[in-house]
């Protein structure tokens, strides 16, 4: 029930863009994404619900595509402070699964 | 500050022994939610209380158990402690409307568990 993220890993440098993907094997109800800071607790991002609501940060963007189960996060001209560990959550019924996680770090 | 607080922030068990970890939902909030996160994983989902009922459930056995209070307050309580449950216990608070949760987390930062 766990959604699956890719990449792992990402290292970019400031101005550059980058997309993390997350897909889930269930029908989902709605996607969230989080990002953790390494010695932090998980910060919301951005809601996606089925049938095109969305709800999130001004410079945050993301997709989701309720037929494949799919949901991707875009972050463009990266700056030094987005670097973290980002997480999807999946909302099937009324309980929240995470991935793995993509850990993306931002160097001048 | 998302307002929610957890307690305590560290403690140190031993084997066999058992814990209670405290949260305090953020106000307003009628639903909360415990993860596990080991070292360099993502969180998993022990169980989730909506208007003081479990109605959610990862794939934790039965030593784990949990209370939600009227004033929406949380417990978490592990039984018979081992090695692998060392790790930072999060509790995440949210609004649900009826029976779906649309409402995105607000997190505490966590209690870690060492056991030894």
């Known amino acids: 029930q766990q959604p699956v993220q890719s990449p792992q890993a990402v290292i970019l440098r400031e101005g550059e863009d980058a997309v993390i993907n997350c897909s889930s094997s269930?029908?989902?109800?709605?996607v969230h994404w989080y990002r953790q800071k390494h010695g932090e607790a998980p910060v919301f991002l951005m809601i996606?619900?089925?049938?095109?609501e969305q709800k999130g940060h001004e410079k945050i963007s993301a997709s989701f595509n309720e037929k494949k189960q799919q949901s991707s996060l875009y972050l463009t001209a990266s700056q030094l402070s987005y670097s973290g560990t980002y997480f999807c959550?999946?909302?099937?019924?009324?309980?929240?699964?995470f991935g793995a996680g993509t850990r993306l770090t931002v160097k001048p | 500050e998302t307002g929610v607080t957890q307690s305590p922030t560290h403690l140190i068990k031993t084997r066999g022994q058992q814990v209670t970890l405290r949260c305090s939902s953020q106000?307003?909030?009628?639903?909360v939610s415990w993860y596990q996160q080991a070292l360099g994983q993502g969180p998993q989902f022990i169980f989730q209380?909506?208007?003081?009922?479990?109605?959610g459930r990862g794939n934790f056995p039965p030593r784990f158990s949990g209370l939600q209070f009227p004033n929406y307050s949380s417990e978490l309580n592990v039984n018979a402690l081992e090695l692998d449950d060392s790790a930072l216990y999060l509790c995440?608070?949210?609004?649900?409307?009826?029976?779906?949760?649309?409402?995105?987390?607000?997190f505490g930062e966590g209690s870690r568990l060492t056991v030894l």
């Open positions: 269930k029908a989902l109800y709605s």
């Open positions: 996606l619900l089925k049938g095109g």
């Open positions: 959550g999946t909302v099937k019924l009324n309980d929240m699964r």
């Open positions: 209380y909506y208007r003081e009922e479990e109605n």
């Open positions: 995440a608070s949210s609004l649900a409307r009826g029976s779906v949760n649309t409402g995105e987390l607000f």
């Open positions: 106000s307003g909030h009628n639903t």
